[in-house]
Nanobody, 119 residues
Framework: VQLQASGGGLVQPGGSLRLSCAAS????????MGWYRQPPGTQRELVAT???????TYTDSVKGRFTISRDNAKNTVYLQMNILKPEDTAVYYC??????????????WGQGTLVTVSS
């Protein structure tokens, strides 16, 4: 399964962006999908996850500002980011875990999309 992320860019503090990540390829199932980010000079961190059934989790710093959603028919996960802050600046990566057609577990990553929050 390959993931293609899009939607990053430059936005002013307080603004909004919507990230998208589409999965392509053949799999038995795509279960959890999520977004991670890597701020400059730091390690990758979890932002939000969503299960196949729609249950979500968020890291504390984005609760109430970010919303993760998915379209299972399109194998696409979204991240709506509102009230963006400079500390949200990072490369954002999408992730998908599931089972291949041979019933082996996989974890795939997108290529990353840069979000810069600056005035």
């Amino acid at each position: 399964v390959q993931l293609q992320a899009s939607g990053g860019g430059l936005v002013q503090p307080g603004g909004s962006l919507r990230l998208s990540c589409a999965a392509s390829g053949i799999a038995f199932s795509i279960d959890d999908m999520g977004w991670y980010r890597q701020p400059p000079g730091t390690q990758r961190e979890l932002v939000a996850t969503i299960t196949l059934g729609g249950s979500t989790t968020y890291t504390d710093s984005v609760k109430g500002r970010f919303t993760i959603s998915r379209d299972n028919a399109k194998n696409t996960v979204y991240l709506q980011m509102n009230i963006l802050k400079p500390e949200d600046t990072a490369v954002y990566y999408c992730n998908a875990v599931g089972l291949s057609i041979r019933r082996k577990s996989f974890s795939s990553w997108g290529q990353g999309t840069l979000v810069t929050v600056s005035s």
